[in-house]
């Protein structure tokens, strides 16, 4: 046999006609992601650039939640008016520079609507995580009704302005709008359940979930709860 012929031959075996199919190339290295390797590519839209998409929704996300509990707990207070008046008195001091500090959340919101749409596009989220369609479905509606409320409440608190009065906050907010009471109501509810099981899923996207399941579900009811009681306290006490 010549040199030709066998260097021509790539199976391994020495010569040219051994019968035998060439083994195809090993692929590329795999970089864990928490997807589950290439066979998880290969049944979903995902690739390993949308673990970063994750990680930067969970962050701003967490970020977001904790504005809002202290925002709520604040609003909570309104059935006391000293105490509610001393309490945003605080937060103003503290945040002197207060349409700077709406802009920068008009920032977020936007930055996190994007990254959000771009992962609850059909095949991108739950699939690889063994999420319940019926809750990432939720999670997405829940998601766009969040975004809406937060872009109405941020921009009625830049074009009216807000006081620190429980009666002028009632104006400023709900005087002449008797629907937007309802709007508050259901945007409360969709708040809690996003943000809720935004915890569980964005523990998963930081690869932390796995290590105690139990701790997350917890942590993600007892906040869907929380919001949900802060919330309904206020609107109760900006209504009353």
């Avoid at 019926?134 to 509606?141: N, V």
């Avoid at 008797?178 to 935004?198: D, M, R």
Wanted: glycine share 12%; charged share 10%; net charge positive.
């Amino acid at each position: 046999m010549s040199d030709t012929a066998t260097s021509s031959h790539s199976c391994g075996c020495g010569g040219s006609k051994c019968g035998q199919t060439p083994a195809p190339p090993a692929p590329p290295a795999h970089t864990d992601c928490g997807c589950g390797g290439h066979a998880a590519h290969a049944k979903t839209n995902h690739s390993c650039a949308t673990r970063n998409w994750r990680r930067v929704h969970a962050a701003l996300g967490a970020g977001i939640i904790l504005f809002l509990l202290l925002h709520l707990g604040v609003a909570a207070l309104a059935f006391s008016p000293t105490t509610f008046e001393a309490a945003a008195a605080r937060l103003r001091d503290w945040s002197a520079q207060a349409p700077l500090l709406l802009f920068a959340l008009l920032g977020v919101l936007v930055v996190q609507a994007v990254t959000g749409g771009r992962l609850m596009s059909p095949g991108r989220h739950g699939t690889r995580h063994g999420e319940n369609p019926l809750f990432m479905s939720a999670q997405r509606w829940s998601g766009a009704l969040v975004l809406v409320f937060l872009l109405v409440h941020l921009l009625m608190a830049l074009g009216r302005g807000v006081d620190i009065t429980p009666s002028a906050a009632r104006t400023t907010l709900f005087a002449g709008h008797p629907w937007l009471v309802g709007f508050y109501g259901i945007s409360i509810v969709g708040l809690a359940w996003h943000a809720g099981h935004g915890v569980w899923t964005g523990a998963s996207s930081w690869n932390v979930r796995d290590r105690n399941p139990a701790l997350w579900r917890a942590v993600a009811i007892v906040t869907g709860l929380v919001l949900a009681a802060l919330g309904g306290v206020a609107l109760l006490a900006l209504t009353a």
